[in-house]
């Protein structure tokens, strides 16, 4: 039984495939049509996920969308009527994209695929739950999801067992722990939906000198995690922009303008409210346990992507474990759409896991050598070929000489996080790795951070955590015997001026609090990127590499072999290992980018 999921016209459209319960394919359709954060209809994606079963539309047994259009638009209709004679210029401005696409979402499945069959709508958080639930390693857990908003709901929580899903409770729109961090990220001159990673990687720069002010004036916070929110201090829910005058007024001037110096002030600010937010989750977790009283608890929802806050979760050990949806924002609804939908079909069934079904969330598109081989010399382009064995051990090399080098391996990774097939790769012990691929490479601020990939069987002797994570999506502290003690002069500095002092053995994935975003790397889930950090700690010792995504700051994550080609020569890394291929930057002929660069995706 084929079931697809789909989730589109928000932000992050994706895709997934799942066969008799087991996920065969997911991807984001900003990988294929490269614009970021592509929420058109997912039509690439899809086309990939067929592709990947070998299968065609007609051999579905059935769709399902990640939400339920027409609940949402009623939310808005009604938002609007509940602010008389505000917000006319956002709803002219939202009605059109209504009108056309989103409350015709079934007559677009249908045409789209040729699809004769009814479309499943389940619920936003529904949705959510299930992609955090399904997947897990768990037969019954709690779960609880936090976002923006879906149709009314901004967070949920209740409890999965085998194949069901019960949501208990909800907090409803418009008070919003996923709104209330985009707030703060437009207000201190990020993009909304796609900034608040920076408003987290910014915190420890600060002092959290607003928390009184926000919980005092904006947020009325409960014992359980649930609040209400002071809406005359925000524009979102019939304006154009997140905050207004009197939010300005409460922190002492107007938003920071885009691409402007950062101030202090923002660093405080993004300090607060991410000790807000942390409290917030720890209330709502704890709630949740004493509620349900389930051992295990599934996260998902774009509020789970805060790693700061899922570490501290897991550091007060108010459950024995919890795993977090690696697509834990709108791409992963289309995960949790197409099990809800599997479970609809097949009411009896039961899914048979001890460990997770998530397959490291290695579910993208891979290229054979073969196929890399076709593309580089339908190019002309240099490269030399070396047996596996060969080629870890000379890319070992080159991450001892501090070079930078794109890695392009096996599936694409599902979810905003690069996991070793589409990374780029440093030595974590260079002092000047971050500000290099910060400046040189990935062209952003100097200020953001980098995770460390670990050996899994050596994470908890470089960090405070006594498990594994797989996804990137908790935060510790690197082991205070591998951390380097300040100066009394350099512990007198604030803001920027700590970026450039080394914390630890491995500075360029120490952030300036000791912390470090972790990706612990498990020889069955990736055994090739498993043998390159192998080969690196038996020659230095070090078990920790740097990996970034395989992108420059405005792109998605690459895709194609082709993608990864272009990002390498428009960049100034210095070394390109697709597959088995090795390429040197100085031995490349001169880029033209205005060349039809295809992939072999596009020429299939």
Not at 168 to 174: G, T, Y
Not at 255 to 275: F, G, H, I, W
Not at 297 to 304: M, N
Not at 393 to 401: A, F, G, K, P, W
Request: aromatic share 12%.
């Amino acid at each position: 039984m084929y079931i697809l999921g789909v989730s589109a016209y928000y932000h992050d459209s994706a895709a997934c495939l799942i066969r008799d319960g087991e996920i065969i394919a997911a991807a984001q359709e900003e990988r294929f049509s490269r614009k970021k954060h592509d929420q058109n209809f997912p039509s690439k994606a899809i086309q990939y996920c067929l592709k990947e079963a070998n299968i065609n539309s007609s051999q579905l047994d059935s769709i399902a969308f990640y939400d339920k259009p027409l609940l949402k638009f009623n939310r808005i209709l009604e938002t609007y009527l509940s602010y008389p004679g505000k917000g006319l210029k956002s709803f002219i401005t939202a009605m059109p994209h209504w009108l056309k696409q989103k409350l015709w979402i079934p007559d677009l499945i249908k045409k789209e695929l040729s699809w004769e069959g009814n479309v499943l709508f389940p619920e936003h958080h529904e949705s959510h739950a299930a992609s955090a639930f399904f997947p897990s390693p768990f037969g019954r857990a709690a779960f609880l999801t936090i976002d923006g908003v879906g149709e009314w709901a901004t967070s949920s929580f209740g409890v999965g067992k085998d194949n069901k899903i019960e949501i208990q409770a909800e907090l409803n729109f418009p008070h919003s722990l996923g709104l209330l961090y985009s707030a703060f990220t437009y207000f201190t001159g990020f993009k909304v939906n796609s900034g608040e990673y920076k408003v987290m990687g910014l915190a420890p720069y600060g002092e959290p000198k607003y928390v009184n002010t926000i919980l005092e004036n904006i947020i009325d916070l409960k014992d359980d995690g649930s609040f209400v929110m002071d809406m005359s201090f925000f524009d979102y829910a019939v304006g154009l922009k997140m905050t207004n005058n009197k939010f300005s007024k409460l922190f002492n001037g107007p938003p920071r303008k885009s691409e402007s110096p950062l101030t202090q002030r923002e660093m405080d600010l993004a300090r607060s409210v991410q000790e807000v937010t942390e409290e917030i989750m720890l209330r709502m977790a704890k709630h949740v346990k004493k509620v349900t009283g389930e051992k295990y608890l599934c996260l998902a929802g774009g509020v789970a992507l805060n790693c700061v806050a899922n570490g501290k979760i897991l550091r007060e050990n108010i459950f024995d474990d919890i795993w977090i949806q690696p697509a834990a924002g709108d791409a992963g609804g289309a995960l949790g759409a197409a099990y809800l939908a599997y479970f609809y079909k097949n009411k009896n069934e039961k899914l048979k896991k001890n460990h997770s079904l998530q397959k490291g969330s290695y579910l993208g598109p891979s290229y054979s050598d073969e196929k890399i081989k076709r593309l580089l010399d339908r190019y002309d382009l240099e490269y030399k070929y070396y047996k596996e064995a060969e080629c870890i051990d000379l890319v070992s090399n080159y991450l001892i000489e501090v070079k930078v080098i794109g890695w392009f391996q096996g599936r694409m990774e599902f979810g905003p996080r690069a996991l070793g097939d589409r990374s780029i790769i440093g030595d974590a012990r260079s002092s000047e790795m971050q500000k290099k691929m910060n400046l040189k490479i990935k062209y952003r601020e100097s200020f953001r951070p980098f995770a460390p990939s670990v050996l899994a069987e050596e994470i908890s002797n470089w960090f405070e955590i006594d498990r594994e994570s797989p996804y990137m999506l908790l935060v510790a502290e690197v082991k205070k015997e591998k951390q380097k003690e300040m100066t009394s002069e350099q512990k007198k500095l604030f803001g920027i001026d700590k970026l450039n002092i080394p914390r630890s053995e491995i500075p360029a994935v120490t952030h300036v609090d000791y912390s470090a975003r972790i990706q612990s790397v498990n020889k069955n889930d990736n055994p090739k990127y498993h043998s390159l950090i192998s080969k690196f700690f038996e020659k230095t010792g070090c078990p920790v590499i740097v990996n970034t995504s395989f992108n420059v700051r405005g792109e998605p994550i690459v895709e194609s072999p082709i993608d990864a080609y272009k990002c390498f020569m428009r960049t100034e890394m210095d070394v390109l290992v697709l597959g088995n291929y090795i390429l040197l930057k100085e031995d490349q002929p001169k880029f033209h980018d205005e060349i039809d660069w295809r992939s072999e995706y596009e020429l299939d």
